[in-house]
């Protein structure tokens, strides 16, 4: 049984679909090919001005796609688009979808873990199925993926590997592979997420918070950490906090995804003139999202636009934060090495 990592950054529903699929659209069915030559010669006839070196990549990854792949195989996919992971098992045998407009090479999956936030997994299993390519196998950190798929729950797994603390050392094991600033940025958001959750408490993270409002031009006060009423932090303009717009922000230190009912408390405590703001490190589930698309006064930020407000702010932030996070600006090769 071998475990494939694979990129698709459409907006094709592929869990709705029960499917993952690849591009290369000006090609009809791999199966018409007689192997890794003749895609070749194929490639380089649909899509000429390509890197020579890049075709042989490119036929390796849809011969794996069409051929290599098996029914009983894991396949990981990363949702760029909410920083989640989706994992299941190939249920077929590929085939060529000629009614959809793009991405006709698909595979069937059964979907058996989705939306999973990508802060279960080590550092070096999110540094894997960072690879440019779009399709490959995952060799170092197979096994920590199949434990979390047989795993209950996120309570009963345990990561295989501790390297949260180890980022020099993965990124040494990491150094003959092809790296982007897209990718060099993931690895960094996965490490700042990381730091947060296991680094600073629960209190902490609400300090973090009032420190990025005060960022922000906001003066800021974080309540007291018990009978706060879900709220946690409070924000305004005016230095005495007596004219609007008065901001009361809910903090959750945890990179799961956010229900409706924990957002529906903050929206209790929002007066007439005041707004809510819900920070997490993780996302929202759809009926979270519809509350905060029906009150003008609600807004639900994501781990990943908390991240974006750190790496924003970073130099304004105390110094008790850049310690906890400690990074420092580089220029990195800003070259899209991606196939496919």
Not at 24 to 37: A, I
Not at 239 to 265: D, M, T, Y
Not at 303 to 309: A, K, P, S, V
């Amino acid at each position: 049984m071998t475990t494939w990592g694979i990129h698709n950054d459409t907006d094709i529903d592929l869990i709705g679909g029960g499917f993952v699929s690849i591009g290369w659209d000006l090609l009809t069915d791999l199966r018409e090919y007689d192997g890794r030559e003749a895609l070749k010669i194929a490639l380089r006839e649909a899509y000429p001005g390509r890197k020579p070196g890049s075709y042989p990549v490119q036929a390796g990854v849809l011969y794996s796609f069409s051929l290599d792949m098996a029914a009983g195989d894991v396949i990981i996919a990363p949702n760029k688009s909410d920083r989640t992971v989706n994992i299941g098992v190939v249920s077929g045998d590929y085939y060529f979808e000629r009614s959809a407009s793009f991405h006709r090479h698909r595979r069937p999956v059964r979907w058996l873990k989705t939306g999973v936030s990508r802060a279960v997994f080590s550092l070096s299993a999110l540094n894997e199925i960072g690879s440019a390519i779009t399709l490959f196998r995952v060799r170092r950190n197979a096994e920590e993926f199949r434990a979390y798929l047989d795993s209950r729950s996120e309570a009963e797994f345990e990561s295989t590997t501790a390297s949260e603390q180890q980022a020099p050392e993965v990124a040494a094991e990491r150094a003959d592979e092809a790296v982007n600033a897209d990718r060099i940025d993931q690895y960094t958001r996965d490490f700042i997420t990381k730091r947060l959750l296991t680094g600073i408490s629960e209190r902490e993270f609400e300090e973090l918070t009032g420190d990025i409002m005060r960022t922000l031009g906001y003066e800021a006060r974080v309540t007291q950490f018990s009978g706060d009423g879900g709220v946690d932090v409070i924000a305004h303009r005016d230095p005495f906090g007596l004219e609007p717009p008065i901001v009361k922000i809910q903090c959750k230190h945890s990179a799961k995804s956010i229900g409706g009912p924990v957002v529906a408390q903050l929206v209790g405590r929002i007066g007439a003139t005041e707004t809510g703001l819900f920070v997490s490190l993780g996302t929202y589930t759809s009926d979270a999202i519809a509350q905060e698309r029906n009150n003008p006064r609600l807004r639900l930020l994501t781990g990943d636009e908390f991240i974006d407000l750190i790496l924003r702010h970073y130099d304004d932030l105390p110094r008790r934060w850049r310690e906890v996070i400690p990074l420092r600006r580089v220029f990195v090769v800003d070259e899209d090495p991606a196939i496919g």
